[in-house]
Nanobody, 114 residues
Framework: QVTFVQSGGGLVQPGGSLRLSCRASTIPNGDFEMGWYRQAPGQERELVATVTTTRQTNYADSVKGRFIISRDNSLSVNLLMNNLQPNDTALYYC?????????WGQGTQVTVSS
């Protein structure tokens, strides 16, 4: 079982920046992918960005050019969010994908409002 400690998030004005961090409790055997997903009220959870063990990245079209995902080490993943907009408001979840198994963090609220 993998657990996570998430930090960051909060309230920011439109155009502002925030940084989310996530640290996993353990590293699974084999290749795995870490990333961030988000869920706004009344909507389904959606992919934000992912990064592989070889540091290949993938971004949702809605955040390309504004968000940057990075890995400090095998256990930690960060998400730098720039030029935040009100439609970025959501609960952000850290994720680890090991084959078909998915492990989730507890969620961190990001609110973008003036």
């Amino acid at each position: 079982q993998v657990t996570f400690v998430q930090s960051g998030g909060g309230l920011v004005q439109p155009g502002g920046s925030l940084r989310l961090s996530c640290r996993a409790s353990t590293i699974p055997n084999g290749d795995f992918e870490m990333g961030w997903y988000r869920q706004a009220p009344g909507q389904e959870r959606e992919l934000v960005a992912t990064v592989t063990t070889t540091r290949q990245t993938n971004y949702a079209d809605s955040v390309k050019g504004r968000f940057i995902i990075s890995r400090d080490n095998s256990l930690s993943v960060n998400l730098l969010m720039n030029n935040l907009q009100p439609n970025d408001t959501a609960l952000y979840y850290c994720n680890m994908q090991v084959g078909t198994r998915a492990f989730w963090g507890q969620g961190t609220q990001v609110t973008v409002s003036s």
